[in-house]
């Protein structure tokens, strides 16, 4: 949810913040990314920061601590392109050995497993109610273990000299003549989940039920209808889709971004894209993140500097790596490693 506007949409923070817009606060120097992928692929020109959300992983098998995933964008008004691209930076992760689980344990799901996620959405789901009891502690934990690493080190080691610890925040230079979308601070909130979502899909079903009946006794079955009976299909399986992903907006009108790593992202389209596999280490990817369609009116109605006039995406689907990797072989000279994920923007 919205926060508090930056004083300054150039100012500094660190790569524990979660923030739209503004400066990326990477926690390594700028160069060593790979100058390709700051700049877009189709104008030349800089990627601007749409999100940076500081992302930790804790579970029974990995631990990520520094992890975090900037999505950029190009908003040079004389591209036609409009390039996005998302980075995940992270330190190594720490594997942990399997813990046996005793008779009662495997007996039943684990409420806390990721595929179980309060946040996750399929279209095809019925509406339960959500024990938000899980989730919360994971924030909770989250938030005390970024406030605990960030606490340390600006205790024990307020200006880094190790190669692999974060640069300086006194040493970077900002650039302020480059184009910037406008800052400001996130909050969490726990979403909510209405049964009235669910009473929406079922009379969608219902609806599309009766008008194909209806439809269908009013033509001939000959092959040019049965061509645009499947069209007609796709078109209430669209309508359906979008209507769900409104509803679901409705109920969080101010929501910028959700976030269920591991999840089902909330389409709003039938055309889910294909995230391909991560291009380290060759494992599936998983959806992690969106962007929500409030985003657009808070950054058009407060951004100056650039064009955001082209934007017309209704959400943007960000998908990571389901094993994390960090292959030391593609760690960077300062200890951490920068992998370009996929991105699927769904229009209007």
Known sequence: MPGPWADDNYEIADHFTTKIGGLPDFPCSKSAIRPDLLRCDSCGEHLCLVAQIYAPISSKMLT????????????????????WRVLRVQRPFTEKEPEPLDDDASASPST?????????????DEDDDINLDDLGR?????????????????????EPTDKNSPISLRSRTVDDKSAVLACFYTYTQDENYSKNVASLSASVSSLNIKANESDGNEHE?????????????????????YL???????LHPEQCFRYSYGGKPLLASIEAGDPGRCSLCGEPRHYELQLMPSLLYYLQEATNNC???????????VYTCSKACAPSSKLESEGWIVAE???VVQTE
């Open 64 to 83: 990520v601590e520094e992890r975090v995933i900037y999505i950029l964008a190009c908003v040079a008004p004389a591209c036609e392109a409009l390039r």
């Open 112 to 124: 806390t497993k990721l595929q179980a996620d309060p946040w996750s959405f399929d279209v095809d």
């Open 138 to 158: 994971a924030l909770t934990e989250a938030t005390a273990l970024a406030s605990a690493s960030k606490t340390k080190k600006q205790n024990t080691c307020p």
């Open 221 to 241: 079955p000959d092959e040019a209808w049965e061509g645009e009976s499947y069209e007609y299909d796709r078109a209430l399986s669209a309508d359906r889709t």
């Open 244 to 250: 769900k992903f409104k509803k679901r907006v409705d």
């Open 307 to 317: 064009s955001l006039e082209n934007w017309n995406w209704m959400t943007v689907l």
């Open 341 to 343: 994920e996929a991105i």
